[in-house]
């Protein structure tokens, strides 16, 4: 289904229009108008859906080839903060309901979802630093074979040596789904062994509070665990929190989309594609996010991605590139005729191509995952402050 079909949801009937329809009743003993102008809040959160909707129609509408590569997923990241920045300011404009029921339920499991993704950043940490490893060896391929040296038997083994690593790296990551990497305690720059193992007793399996991803850690588990009792607000909790209760649902959704595709996307500790998705069509970003979970899951089925470390579209051209290399380094006889070192050549510069578009994006993906981490963080930080401030007063 073309992502422009969802556009007419706008169209229908807003759930925040309950409010409206509520107060029209109210005002039949012809006290008020039910067409008073909409209030401050109301203009708030439409315009947090239309937004919301807006940047996942763009990221749902991407061509085949776009889907899942590294300016994807980077283009991916900085929806979510943009959209985690406009939540953050209405939460910080409406603070004083943050405490009232159901929104103090509803924001604590909102900041509890958001505690299991910092985990998932962690992993994804990994997972970006066990790429690096494949880009190192594909360094010394390319360094072997530089087009400005001349090829002889002692080049073609250093390269071959290092295609077999790579293959036998990739191969391991692919029958474990775990990389040696998870086992570190790692927190974007923290580093407390003793701290992390205590924290993850008290806190239980999926409250580690991201010190550490331990050998028992699983994104699949954690994937769903951020899923868990996540469902649309009912009418009543959305007229008694004015509407806030649509915004929290939204962003719990988001979270969760944006989660699952960087665990779909990067290779990490027991990946896992299968968590229910199900969002009302009312809602107008409904749309193109289950666009992007379908057309993602379809990606994973395809005969040539099924048993992928990762749907990365970069990890796909290593894979596909170095498997090519490795076949005609192996078909080759010395000394080089003309015709085959210029087979040579070529190949060499696709698997430069590959390394090119790895190393300009990967540091960048890190920074911004780093970035998505240090922002949960700070946001919790400040709602929990809010929640306090209201209780206070």
């Not at 299991?116 to 072997?144: F, H, M, P, T, Y």
């Not at 990389?179 to 701290?195: D, E, I, L, P, V």
């Not at 509070?209 to 994937?223: F, G």
């Not at 949960?376 to 209780?391: A, W």
């Amino acid at each position: 289904m073309p992502a422009t079909d969802f556009q007419g949801s706008y169209i229908g009937r807003s759930i925040l229009s309950l409010r409206r329809d509520q107060a029209a009743h109210l005002m039949e003993g012809g006290v008020g108008s039910p067409h008073e102008p909409p209030s401050a809040l109301e203009v708030e959160l439409e315009a947090f859906q239309r937004q919301v909707t807006d940047r996942f129609l763009d990221l749902s509408g991407c061509g085949r080839d776009e889907l899942l590569s590294l300016p994807w997923i980077r283009k991916l990241l900085d929806v979510f903060l943009l959209c985690k920045e406009e939540f953050r300011s209405i939460l910080f404009n409406h603070q004083s309901q943050l405490s009232k029921p159901p929104m103090d339920r509803m924001i604590s499991d909102f900041y509890e979802k958001s505690i299991k993704s910092l985990d998932v950043c962690n992993a994804i940490r990994d997972g970006i630093d066990q790429i690096r490893q494949w880009e190192k060896l594909l360094e010394i391929v390319l360094c072997a074979l530089d087009k400005e040296k001349n090829l002889g038997e002692g080049q073609f083994r250093r390269a071959k040596k290092a295609l077999v690593d790579l293959a036998i790296s990739m191969l391991d990551e692919k029958d474990s789904g775990t990389s040696s990497m998870s086992y570190r305690n790692r927190s974007f720059g923290r580093n407390n062994a003793s701290t992390a193992s205590r924290d993850h007793r008290t806190q239980g399996h999926f409250r580690s509070l991201s010190w550490s991803v331990s050998r028992s850690w699983s994104a699949a588990r954690q994937i769903q665990a951020i899923g868990n009792n996540l469902y649309a607000p009912r009418g009543n909790e959305v007229i008694a929190s004015n509407g806030l209760a649509v915004a929290v649902y939204t962003m719990n959704c988001v979270l969760l989309l944006v989660m699952w595709v960087l665990v779909a996307a990067i290779p990490c500790q027991d990946r896992g594609l299968q968590v229910h998705f199900s969002m009302p069509r009312q809602f107008p970003w409904a749309g193109p996010l289950l666009l992007l979970h379908e057309r993602i899951t379809e990606e994973s089925k395809k005969r040539d991605r099924r048993n992928a470390c990762g749907l990365l579209r970069e990890i796909h051209s290593i894979e596909k590139r170095s498997r090519l290399m490795s076949d005609l380094v192996d078909s080759l006889q010395f000394p080089l005729s003309e015709e085959r070192e210029g087979e040579v050549r070529e190949s060499v510069e696709e698997l430069a191509n590959v390394y090119k578009s790895l190393k300009e994006g990967i540091d960048l993906l890190e920074k911004q995952v780093r970035e998505v981490f240090h922002r949960i963080v700070r946001s919790r930080t400040e709602g929990l402050d809010y929640m306090g401030k209201s209780n206070a007063d």
